[in-house]
């Protein structure tokens, strides 16, 4: 057997072995340095989806509460109801022009309200008072504007627990909530 009189030197027959003196480690290095620094400087770009959202068990609710605490639009397509799909499309960026794809005439005036609160379009709170139901039109005063003194005419106490929540009390609100998906959906918005 002979022995190779430069270790520095390929042998012939074996794969060339860079020297140790080269920059590939580092360049790789820093290539992911800048990826990762891109990713956390890039406005929209990462999105921190609410913990809580894993807590609800429909699983239509469930992307919808994705979607709308950080997921984005893309979490809309896991939605089978066609309704929820529109409004959950209208609120992560599609716009007030989604609502018009829901059928339930109530259901579309609150979508309109919120996108156009999340817009602060000014004209938010008006959409409210074509909603017939007379807790949900609360609901939609209070989250679009009118504030905390709204939810007191809520009947429904999971809703009013809702409302008072969103509306500054906080996610301790949450917690008179009986209601476990609806419980978890409102830890995940007001815990933003």
């Given at each position: 057997?002979?022995?190779?009189?430069?270790?520095?030197?390929?042998?012939?027959?074996?794969?060339t072995v860079l020297?140790?003196?080269?920059?590939?480690?580092?360049?790789?290095?820093?290539?992911?340095?800048?990826?990762?620094?891109?990713?956390?400087?890039?406005?929209?770009?990462?999105?921190?989806?609410?913990?809580?959202?894993?807590?609800?068990?429909?699983?239509?609710?469930?992307?919808?509460?994705?979607?709308?605490?950080?997921?984005?639009?893309?979490?809309?397509?896991?939605?089978?109801?066609?309704?929820?799909?529109?409004?959950?499309?209208?609120?992560?960026?599609?716009?007030?022009?989604?609502?018009?794809?829901?059928?339930?005439?109530?259901?579309?005036?609150?979508?309109?309200?919120?996108?156009?609160?999340?817009?602060s379009s000014g004209?938010?709170?008006?959409?409210?008072?074509?909603?017939?139901?007379?807790?949900?039109?609360?609901?939609?005063?209070?989250?679009?504007?009118?504030?905390?003194?709204?939810?007191?005419?809520?009947?429904?106490?999971?809703?009013?627990?809702?409302?008072?929540?969103?509306?500054?009390?906080?996610?301790?609100?949450?917690?008179?909530?009986?209601?476990?998906?609806?419980?978890?959906?409102?830890?995940?918005?007001?815990?933003?």
């Amino acid at each position: 057997m002979m022995l190779h009189e430069n270790p520095m030197q390929p042998m012939p027959g074996l794969p060339t072995v860079l020297p140790p003196t080269s920059d590939l480690p580092t360049f790789f290095l820093r290539g992911l340095l800048l990826l990762v620094l891109a990713m956390m400087l890039a406005p929209g770009s990462v999105h921190a989806q609410s913990s809580q959202c894993g807590f609800i068990t429909d699983p239509d609710r469930q992307a919808y509460c994705r979607a709308t605490n950080g997921g984005g639009a893309s979490q809309c397509g896991f939605i089978r109801n066609p309704d929820l799909q529109a409004r959950c499309r209208a609120e992560t960026g599609g716009g007030s022009s989604q609502c018009g794809f829901i059928r339930d005439p109530d259901r579309q005036a609150e979508c309109r309200a919120s996108v156009g609160n999340q817009s602060s379009s000014g004209s938010s709170s008006s959409q409210c008072g074509f909603i017939h139901d007379p807790d949900r039109q609360a609901y939609c005063r209070a989250t679009t504007g009118g504030g905390a003194s709204q939810c007191g005419f809520i009947r429904e106490p999971d809703l009013q627990a809702m409302c008072r929540a969103q509306t500054g009390s906080g996610a301790s609100q949450c917690g008179f909530i009986r209601n476990p998906d609806m419980q978890a959906a409102c830890r995940a918005q007001t815990g933003k």
